[in-house]
């Protein structure tokens, strides 16, 4: 699954933003994140909309000639939401995880995975899963996509955040140490 060593630019298109654009609108009633105290439907809105950007990294792997299934715009209601992977390339399952460079600007370039008492991410009970990171320029007059290679989870140096506030909440995978680990390969 890691097809490439270095970050790849994707260009996004006008229709790449327009569809994100729907799905984060249309999505927004349907979820429902009061036990990670997220009550801010704009701050939903825009990570939804973020997400799916981000899934636009199946163009990184396309470039390797690869069948890449997804992203998936469908919207589920309640319990037939799933934890589905957000692609899948040549028939694995991989899991894409996205931040804006704003953000990325005032806290570092990182990832968060969801790990609390309420609920954590069933990734990161699959040591053998795959998950691609992606930077979303938002501060480029042309919106860019950053791929950065798959890793395994296992792989990962999952640490704790930064703010006080996400901790016992989140564990984070931090760029610098994406960036040492891709030396190593």
């Known amino acids: 699954m890691r097809l490439f060593r270095n970050p790849i630019e994707i260009l996004l298109s006008e229709s790449d933003l327009a569809k ?3 799905f984060a609108d249309a999505v927004v009633s349907t979820v429902n994140y009061r036990d990670s105290n997220q009550f801010n439907a704009n701050k939903i809105r825009d990570d939804h909309f973020i997400s799916k950007l981000g899934e636009e990294a199946k163009k990184a792997f396309e470039q390797y000639h690869c069948q890449v299934k997804g992203p998936d715009y469908t919207i589920y209601e309640g319990k037939q939401k799933s934890w ?3 692609l899948y390339v040549n028939g694995s399952g991989l899991a894409v995880k996205t931040q804006r460079r704003s953000a990325a600007q005032r806290y570092g370039l990182s990832w968060t995975f969801q790990k609390s008492k309420f609920r954590t991410d069933p990734i990161l009970q699959k040591p053998e899963a795959w998950v691609c990171f992606v930077e979303y320029n938002d501060l480029n007059e042309k919106p860019i996509a950053i791929v950065f290679p798959a890793f395994q989870m296992k792989e990962l140096p ?7 506030h996400l901790k016992d909440k989140k564990v984070v995978v931090y760029a610098e140490d994406l960036l040492r680990l891709l030396e190593q390969i």
Do not use: F, I
């Open 158 to 164: 999952l640490k704790e955040p930064k703010l006080p």
């Open 84 to 86: 589905e992977e957000d």
């Open 20 to 22: 994100a654009r729907g």
